[in-house]
């Protein structure tokens, strides 16, 4: 079956549980396994950039075993804060231990958490929406569902969106600006969401205020179930988890800019406006993320039947391997200025 592939998603939990368990060196093998042995298993493997036509698409959509797999995600997640919560809270661990349990389980949060949060943050239903909310709390990243929603994909490839880097700004500038931006932004679309509707920002209906209880909520949670440190260490691993797909934020717009029309208003939200990336490992440990150019021309598209385009910009690698790449800034100017149209570049 087609869908088992994406059973490689639940391969960096795994990797976290394994190491969590062992203790020891083996307490740094999500990192290791994340930022080196996948990147060197999409340069190895061939891409794949064919898409799904006819019967195939059709019952591809609705197979619900696609769904399932994004839902298996939410018992993983808080199992794990669990293990995580236990184990630090029970002491007697080496410096590198922290390091290595503070990354893993960090990078599930960003992985498994937050990407699965983004994907079902876009359904139709209620219910899928409400869960992937869920998933963003460990990562104290509520505000992303209205932000991403309702700012990102309007204003993609703009100056005006936080999510967008632009050119020659490096990833760790961008954590600060889109970090800050993003959560000033959703202030102000749920202030803006709430005047249409005819609400004041006092109103009951004010999502932003929920989500600030309800990630304090789980702070104080955290607290009684394992004391002040080991709060602060899974607040610090939520961070971990943010800035990780603040990271996948910078590459899959690096340097993309929608040009102004005559009118003053920006060119419509296109193909060329996003980095593809068909790298087999990317494509499947992300959930199709890497196919970001379809996934803004029909957000609500599951991600199992989201479409190559031949006009999208293409990276030299997958997202998994071009994440490591940004965070050497001037290896990542010298691979990705020249792949921007000339167009789009700053005067």
């Known amino acids: 079956m087609k869908s088992l592939k994406y059973l490689a998603a639940f391969t960096i939990p795994l990797s976290a549980y394994i190491g969590i368990g062992l203790g020891g060196y083996w307490s740094l093998t999500t990192p ?26 059709a019952s591809t959509r609705i197979n619900p075993i696609y769904d399932l797999m994004l839902y298996a995600n939410i018992p993983i997640v808080f199992s794990l804060i669990w293990v995580v919560g236990t184990k630090i809270s029970s002491g007697g661990l080496e410096t590198f231990e922290y390091w290595g349990i503070a990354f893993s389980l960090g990078i599930v949060l960003g992985t498994n958490g937050i990407n699965v949060a983004h994907e079902l943050g876009h359904r139709q239903s209620s219910p899928e929406r409400f869960l992937g909310k869920l998933l963003l709390i460990p990562s104290f990243y509520m505000h992303f569902y209205i932000e991403h929603n309702y700012g990102h994909h309007l204003n993609a490839a703009t100056p005006e969106d936080p999510a967008t880097a632009r050119y020659n700004q490096t990833v760790y500038s961008f954590w600060f600006t889109s970090v800050t931006r993003q959560y000033t932004s959703a202030w102000r679309i749920q202030k803006q969401l709430l005047e249409k509707s005819g609400h004041s920002f006092l109103s009951i209906e004010n999502d932003m205020f929920w989500y600030s209880l309800f990630q304090i909520a789980y702070l104080v949670v955290l607290y009684f179930l394992f004391g002040g440190f080991t709060t602060v260490f899974l607040w610090l691993c939520g961070i971990i988890g943010f800035l990780l797909l603040e990271t996948v934020n910078y590459i899959e717009h690096y340097g993309l800019l929608r040009l102004k029309m005559p009118s003053g208003r920006y060119e419509r939200v296109r193909e060329v406006h996003s980095w593809n990336s068909n790298h087999l490992m990317g494509r499947i440990i992300l959930y199709e993320l890497t196919r970001h150019s379809d996934h803004h021309y029909k957000s609500s598209k599951k991600y199992q039947i989201l479409d190559y385009q031949d006009s999208s910009p293409d990276m030299p690698f997958g997202y998994p391997t071009s994440m490591v790449l940004s965070l050497i800034p001037p290896l990542w100017f010298r691979i990705m200025n020249p792949r921007i149209p000339e167009e789009m570049k700053p005067a």
């Open 32 to 57: 290791i396994y994340s930022f080196l042995i996948i990147p060197l298993l999409e340069i190895t493997l061939a891409q794949d950039a064919q898409n799904l036509s006819g019967e195939s698409r």
